[in-house]
């Protein structure tokens, strides 16, 4: 899931997953803070990435998640 957020972030997911993932942040409040807090995250923690199976933090939104899953869905 962190590694769906980076590839969206860096626009290099698929056309169709990418348009899912908009529909959904639009109307998404939730997801739309989230992303921007990971956002901030990554560019605090860029020297210092360790890991590519780091767990989902907790404070991550259901939605986003079953969004995610949904954007995958269509690839
Ligand atoms: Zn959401």
Same mark, same amino acid.
């Given at each position: 899931m962190i590694e769906f957020l980076a590839l969206y972030l860096d626009g290099e997911l698929p056309p169709e997953s990418r348009r899912a993932f908009d529909e959904h942040l639009a109307e998404c409040a939730a997801c739309v803070r989230y992303l921007n807090s990971y956002k901030a995250t990554i560019a605090m923690g860029r020297v210092a990435l360790?890991? $590519? $199976?780091?767990?989902?933090?907790?404070?991550?939104p259901q939605g986003l998640i079953a969004a995610i899953r949904a954007a995958r869905a269509r690839a």
């Open positions: 360790q890991s $590519d $199976d780091t767990p989902a933090p907790s404070s991550v």
